[in-house]
């Protein structure tokens, strides 16, 4: 059975003679258990510091969640006058493109338009959001266009070629060959 570092500091076992030889080694188990302890203080020193920096963090964290989940009526505000203003412009949104011009994602946008009451036109894996007069302006252009060539088409109804192309794409607009004209489902 192996003896411990005090017993050798302490001559030996209880009541036992220093069988530990050499003063030099004496002295050297007092400098190793000196050093233990010395590794032992900078370990724990290093575990609160540690401990410290991973509270700090999480704090980080929760207070980043917060603000996420919990979007402020102004930016809400802010992100639907945006909408409102690019309907305006462009007469359309499509998903597609709602990160990079209203910086909002396409899930959001879709929940923005139902609460505002706006028309989402499904067209294959992407939407379009517009208003009800922006969406009869297209449905009667689409009904005016006399070309079975959806290029021509496209190009025709100028603002509303992207949304044409993206539309007939999606199986939402097609060409009708006996009543000639082009048709979009549900009309």
């Known amino acids: 059975m192996g003896r411990r570092i005090d017993e050798f500091l302490a001559g030996g076992r209880r009541g036992g003679t220093d069988r530990c030889g050499s003063a030099d080694t004496r002295r050297e188990l007092e400098e190793l258990k000196a050093g233990l302890e010395e590794l032992k203080r900078e370990i724990e020193d290093l575990r609160s510091e540690c401990m410290r920096r991973i509270d700090a963090i999480l704090g980080e964290m929760r207070?980043?969640?917060?603000?996420?989940?919990?979007?402020?009526?102004?930016?809400?505000?802010?992100?639907?006058q945006r909408l409102r203003?690019?309907?305006?412009?462009?007469?359309?949104v499509m998903a597609s493109e709602a990160r990079a011009r209203l910086g909002m994602s396409p899930h959001?946008?879709?929940?923005?338009?139902?609460?505002?009451?706006?028309?989402?036109?499904?067209?294959?894996?992407d939407f379009a959001v517009m208003t009800r007069d922006s969406l009869q302006e297209f449905k009667a252009l689409l009904a005016s266009l006399r070309?079975?060539?959806?290029?021509e088409a496209a190009k025709a109804?100028?603002?509303?070629?992207?949304?044409?192309?993206?539309?007939?794409?999606g199986g939402q607009v097609y060409y009708?060959?006996?009543?000639?004209?082009?048709?979009?489902l549900g009309e």
Do not use: C, H, N
Request: glycine residues 8%; aromatic residues 6%.
């Open 157 to 169: 109804l100028g603002e509303y070629g992207r949304l044409f192309q993206a539309l007939r794409e």
């Open 85 to 92: 203003r690019v309907l305006r412009e462009l007469r359309f």
């Open 176 to 184: 009708d060959a006996r009543r000639k004209r082009w048709v979009m």
């Open 63 to 80: 207070a980043l969640r917060r603000a996420q989940v919990v979007p402020s009526r102004e930016s809400r505000r802010g992100q639907v």
């Open 108 to 125: 959001r946008l879709r929940a923005e338009a139902a609460a505002e009451g706006l028309v989402v036109i499904d067209a294959g894996g």
């Open 147 to 151: 070309t079975a060539d959806a290029a």
